[in-house]
């Protein structure tokens, strides 16, 4: 299953076999690592000292979705575990708060409750929500059998997907925010805005079934945004042409 080699094991190590226990080692972060209650990946896992702690982060348990459909395709993890895992999340999921369908940063793993990232901060995380979202659709597309199981865990991602309100975060606007919070409103006032890993909140926006945004939104936001354009011309000058 996992790696168990030691530091002086790994330096003797040929890069093929250093790149796999490096990929084995990320998913048993995520796998062993997890929240006890909710299979959630922590923020952080300490390996010294007392490793027990509650801050459960959102985004993170996406990467987390994804590093075992990796270790489910290598063989290191039982599918049935793996969607026992992805019901479990689900289940404390559904009763976590949400904002406009949204997820906040940080929960407590053992309540659900919201864990404040700054004092305002203290709602719907729009990017840390859509990296979730990403896991679990990628999620959906592999455990992609007509079992009982898997047909379940597509409802229910399905269901998750519908309720979130993707242009309720454009505050009628030609933009996507990243904050919103029940206690202070929009104070956060962070615009999403590129070149970065924050396009795929305006991906999942715009091919949303429910609640989609307008693609020009895309456009004269994400798009429009000096940095973006820096990042494209770069990208151009560095390209040999057709």
């Not at 299979?39 to 390996?47: E, F, I, M, S």
């Not at 990796?70 to 026992?84: E, F, K, Q, T």
Request: charged residues 25%.
């Amino acid at each position: 299953m996992f790696d168990s080699r030691t530091t002086a094991d790994l330096s003797e190590l040929e890069d093929e076999a250093l790149l796999d226990t490096a990929q084995r080692q990320t998913a048993r972060y995520f796998w062993e690592g997890a929240h006890p209650v909710n299979g959630l990946a922590r923020d952080r896992q300490k390996t010294t000292g007392d490793p027990d702690n509650d801050l459960v982060a959102i985004g993170g348990s996406g990467f987390g979705i994804m590093a075992i459909i990796v270790a489910v395709s290598r063989g290191w993890i039982d599918r049935a575990a793996a969607l026992s895992r992805l019901h479990g999340m689900l289940d404390f999921l559904e009763r976590v708060p949400r904002y406009h369908g949204m997820f906040s940063h940080f929960v407590d793993g053992r309540t659900g409750q919201t864990i404040p990232f700054r004092r305002k901060d203290d709602g719907a995380d729009l990017v840390e929500t859509t990296f979730l979202f990403q896991g679990f659709i990628c999620a959906r597309e592999y455990f992609a059998s007509s079992t009982s199981e898997e047909l379940r865990l597509h409802e229910r991602i399905n269901a998750l997907l519908r309720v979130a309100e993707w242009e309720w975060f454009t505050r009628g606007g030609k933009q996507l925010y990243w904050h919103w919070s029940p206690n202070h409103g929009w104070a956060m006032n962070s615009p999403i805005e590129g070149w970065n890993e924050c396009l795929l909140s305006f991906v999942l926006a715009t091919g949303s079934s429910s609640h989609a945004i307008d693609p020009e939104i895309y456009h004269e936001g994400f798009a429009a945004e000096t940095a973006f354009e820096m990042a494209a011309s770069i990208t151009a000058s560095r390209c040999p042409s057709a």
